[in-house]
């Protein structure tokens, strides 16, 4: 989205006057926070913060200087946006006599719109999930609204989105079990496989070198693939030549079926989403 248009231009600063209220600040809601003031898609004293904590609120007020509440109801009642961001099995006693018509933002995993709907009785819910990544900058959220967000709601939707990563509206709500299976546990799948090469270049005597070499190694490939502009499939081509030890161990991966394992994992994850019903 081309937010530089004048008639956007306006129309965004109209909206960063509106309040948000961030309802669970913990992970991602804090990072999300971080990323609005950082972004300036809100000033300070625009944002409540709502957390069962209140060691956490105070850190959040004295580090951001936003505004911080222990009451949601009465948070919500004040605020223009509501952003959801509490662990699924808390929607309920969250959203306990909320009686509210305003666009709430969820990023609860696996909570239907229409749940969503029921628990804080508004009509108009944009639910994105996004992922940790989130917390630099580099997140990307796959989102879906009812009907009843209007075009210019969606307009903030993506922006509050874009302040920490990409942004890609899905075409239904189903897409978001995908979404979830793929980015939003994807970094867990990353990681997990360099646990294992950093537990094998220790095994093999990197010793305290392990981490320093996986790392970069990451970070290099992750890097690489988005300047290179070529398939995953060509990146892998360029490092492995004919009978050399690139390609002796990805025969390995073949063999044991590394894509089918991956498959597998992800089609658990999706299938977890669709179950995960608040
Ligand atoms: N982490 C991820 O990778 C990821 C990715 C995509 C989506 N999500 C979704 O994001 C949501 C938050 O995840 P998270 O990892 O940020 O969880 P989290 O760190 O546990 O944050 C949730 C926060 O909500 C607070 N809370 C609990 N009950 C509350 C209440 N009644 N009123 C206000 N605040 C309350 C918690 O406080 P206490 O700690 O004191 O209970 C905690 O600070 C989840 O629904 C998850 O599905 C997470």
Excluded: H
Excluded at 79 to 85: G, R
Excluded at 103 to 119: F, R
Excluded at 238 to 244: A, P
Excluded at 245 to 253: H, P
């Amino acid at each position: 989205m081309n937010f530089q248009n004048s008639k956007i231009k306006n129309f965004l600063t109209k909206l960063s006057m509106q309040k948000l209220a961030i309802i669970g600040c913990g992970i991602m809601g804090s990072a999300i926070l971080e990323a609005l003031l950082r972004e300036k898609v809100f000033p300070p004293s625009r944002i409540s913060a709502i957390d069962a904590d209140e060691k956490k609120l105070a850190k959040l007020k004295k580090k951001f200087g936003v505004k911080v509440a222990k009451n949601a109801t009465e948070a919500v009642e004040k605020a223009d946006v509501i952003l959801l961001a509490v662990k699924p099995q808390n929607l309920a006693s969250v959203c306990q006599n909320w009686k509210t018509e305003k666009l709430v933002i969820s990023i609860l995993a696996g909570a239907p719109i229409a749940n969503l709907q029921k628990a804080t009785g508004s009509q108009k819910i944009a639910r994105a999930m996004p992922n940790t990544p989130a917390k630099i900058g580099a997140g990307i959220s796959g989102w879906f609204a009812s009907k009843n967000v209007s075009k210019t709601e969606k307009i903030l939707v993506r922006k509050i989105l874009a302040s920490f990563g990409k942004e890609v509206e899905l075409r239904n709500e189903k897409m978001l079990n995908t979404v979830t299976a793929i980015s939003g546990s994807g970094p867990a799948y990353f990681f997990v496989f360099a646990e294992a090469l950093e537990k094998v270049a220790r095994k093999f005597g990197l010793g305290k070198l392990a981490p320093i070499f996986v790392r970069q190694t990451f970070l290099g490939a992750a890097k690489l693939a988005e300047a290179a502009k070529i398939s995953f499939s060509e990146l892998r081509k360029n490092v492995t030549s004919k009978g050399g030890t690139t390609e002796a161990a990805l025969k390995v991966f073949e063999k044991k079926k590394f894509g089918k394992i991956v498959e597998i994992a992800a089609k658990a994850a999706k299938k977890r989403s669709e179950k995960l019903k608040n």
